[in-house]
């Protein structure tokens, strides 16, 4: 699995937060050879992410929240265990909370959007899911990254 996009709201300390993995455009002179998807040359995705910074800035709770997301696609107890973790992560208890996570799985190139979300508590102590909701789409062989995704929210939004 590689992971392509996050978007995260309330949960620790995210709010409204976006990380992007991928490359809008070619890059001149990179620094890393063979930043795309083997197979799918025109879908470029970052191969390294380095993440650093001030203690609490929220490093591990990203890593976190993206090994909760593993758990969760493994299915099992792992799942219902890593369903209780995202709950308690919930910041602000009286707003709605999201996960939502899009990364393509190599061996059929394929694109997903898979996402979670958390109903504010009213008066509960934790908050409870409401909706997973997940798409995917084939990557062909002449989709960018930015194609692939456009293709992606058509599937995603038509499900709604």
Same mark, same amino acid.
């Given at each position: 699995?590689?992971?392509?996009?996050?978007?995260?709201?309330?949960?620790?300390?995210?709010?409204?937060?976006?990380?992007?993995?991928?490359?809008?455009?070619?890059?001149?002179?990179?620094?890393?050879?063979?930043?795309?998807?083997?197979?799918?040359? #025109?879908? #470029?995705?970052?191969?390294?992410?380095?993440?650093?910074?001030?203690?609490?800035?929220?490093?591990?709770?990203?890593?976190?929240?993206?090994?909760?997301?593993?758990?969760?696609?493994?299915?099992?107890?792992?799942?219902?265990?890593?369903?209780?973790?995202?709950?308690?992560?919930?910041?602000?208890?009286?707003?709605?909370?999201?996960?939502?996570?899009?990364?393509?799985?190599?061996?059929?190139? #394929?694109?997903?959007?898979?996402?979670?979300?958390?109903? #504010?508590?009213?008066?509960?102590?934790?908050?409870?899911?409401?909706?997973?909701?997940?798409?995917?789409?084939?990557?062909?062989?002449?989709?960018?990254?930015?194609?692939?995704?456009?293709?992606?929210?058509?599937?995603?939004?038509?499900?709604?």
């Amino acid at each position: 699995m590689l992971f392509t996009k996050l978007e995260i709201d309330n949960l620790y300390g995210f709010t409204n937060t976006c990380i992007d993995f991928t490359y809008r455009r070619k890059l001149i002179n990179p620094s890393i050879l063979d930043e795309f998807l083997p197979g799918r040359e #025109k879908f #470029k995705v970052k191969r390294v992410c380095i993440f650093s910074g001030a203690n609490a800035s929220g490093k591990t709770s990203l890593g976190r929240l993206m090994c909760y997301f593993q758990n969760v696609l493994d299915g099992g107890h792992r799942a219902t265990s890593a369903i209780e973790n995202l709950k308690s992560a919930v910041a602000d208890k009286t707003r709605d909370a999201a996960l939502c996570i899009e990364f393509v799985t190599e061996s059929d190139y #394929k694109l997903h959007k898979f996402r979670l979300r958390f109903l #504010k508590s009213d008066g509960a102590e934790e908050p409870r899911m409401i909706a997973v909701r997940c798409a995917s789409v084939a990557i062909s062989t002449s989709d960018s990254n930015t194609i692939a995704r456009q293709k992606l929210e058509a599937v995603f939004d038509a499900e709604d």
